[in-house]
C-alpha cells in the first residue's frame, strides 16, 4: 500500500544552519505531496504543497519539489530559526475526494541559538 | 481565522468505558476525519466522512469505533469500550474538497488516556 518515509530524528541545529529534511514515499498514480507541521502544543499546520511532478511547495522560506524520478519530496530551507523548532510530518493523499491523509512518521526539529 | 476546534484537550477514562471525542470542523467544508498519534508513533488515518456517511476507514477503525455529525456542527468520534492501546492524541480535521487539492485543517486534539 501507499506509504510515507521519512529520516529518523531528531535533528539539531544551529541558527542559521542549513536544513534537509528527507521523505520518499510509495504510491500508485500519482499523489499530492504535503508537508505538515507541529509546533509544541499545537495542532498540524500545512507548511507547503505539491501537487503534480516537479512542482515546487515553498512557505516561510521552506522549500520541497517534487520528485517522480526519485519519489522524494524533501523539506529544506537555508537559514533555521530557533521558531522553526518542532516535529514535520511528510504526507501524500490519493488521487480521490476525500482521500486521507498517509502520514510519515515525523522528524523532530530543534534549533538552538 | 477558522478553525477547527476539539474537545476535551484532555479525557482520562477507565478501560471498558465508552467516550466520545468531540470536534468542531470549520463551518463551510464538506470533508471531516479523524487521525490518532500513539505517543511517539506516526499520525494514522482513521475515518473519513462526507455527505453523511464514512466516505474511507482504516483497519484500525473496527467495530468499537463510530462517528456521527449529530447536528450542523460538531461531528464526534466514539469508543465504545476503550482497551488500553486505544490512550493516543486524537486529531479531528476537515476540508472543503478532499485533501487531494485543498488543506485539511487540524484540530488541536483531545488526548486520551485510558487506564
Known amino acids: 500500500g501507499d506509504s510515507v518515509t521519512q529520516m529518523e530524528g531528531p535533528v539539531t541545529l544551529s541558527e542559521e544552519a542549513f536544513l534537509t529534511i528527507n521523505c520518499t514515499y510509495t504510491a500508485t498514480g500519482y499523489p499530492s505531496l504535503f508537508w505538515y507541521v507541529q509546533y509544541p502544543g499545537e495542532g498540524l499546520q500545512l507548511l507547503l504543497k505539491?501537487?503534480?511532478?516537479?512542482d515546487k511547495g515553498s512557505n516561510k522560506g521552506f522549500e520541497a519539489t517534487y520528485r517522480k524520478e526519485t519519489t522524494s519530496f524533501h523539506l529544506e530551507k537555508g537559514s533555521v530559526q530557533v521558531s522553526d523548532s518542532a516535529v514535520y510530518f511528510c504526507?501524500?493523499?490519493?488521487?480521490?475526494?476525500?482521500?486521507?491523509?498517509?502520514f510519515g512518521k515525523g522528524t523532530t526539529l530543534s534549533v538552538s541559538s | 481565522e477558522p478553525e477547527v476546534t476539539q474537545t476535551p484537550s484532555h479525557q482520562v477514562t477507565q478501560m471498558g468505558q465508552e467516550v466520545i471525542l468531540r470536534c468542531v470542523p470549520i463551518s463551510n467544508h464538506l470533508y471531516f476525519y479523524w487521525y490518532r498519534q500513539i505517543l511517539g508513533q506516526k499520525v494514522e488515518f482513521l475515518v473519513s466522512?462526507?455527505?453523511?456517511?464514512?466516505?474511507?476507514k482504516s483497519e484500525i477503525f473496527d467495530d468499537q469505533f463510530s462517528v456521527e455529525r449529530p447536528d450542523g456542527s460538531n461531528f464526534t468520534l466514539k469508543i465504545r469500550s476503550t482497551k488500553l492501546e486505544d490512550s493516543a492524541m486524537y486529531f479531528c480535521?476537515?476540508?472543503?474538497?478532499?485533501?487531494?487539492?485543498?488543506?485539511?485543517?487540524f484540530g488541536q486534539g483531545t488526548r486520551l488516556t485510558v487506564v
Open positions: 480535521a476537515s476540508s472543503d474538497h478532499g485533501t487531494r487539492n485543498t488543506e485539511a485543517f
Open positions: 504526507a501524500l493523499s490519493r488521487n480521490q475526494a476525500g482521500t486521507a491523509l498517509i
Open positions: 505539491a501537487t503534480k511532478a516537479d
Open positions: 466522512f462526507y455527505n453523511n456517511e464514512i466516505s474511507e
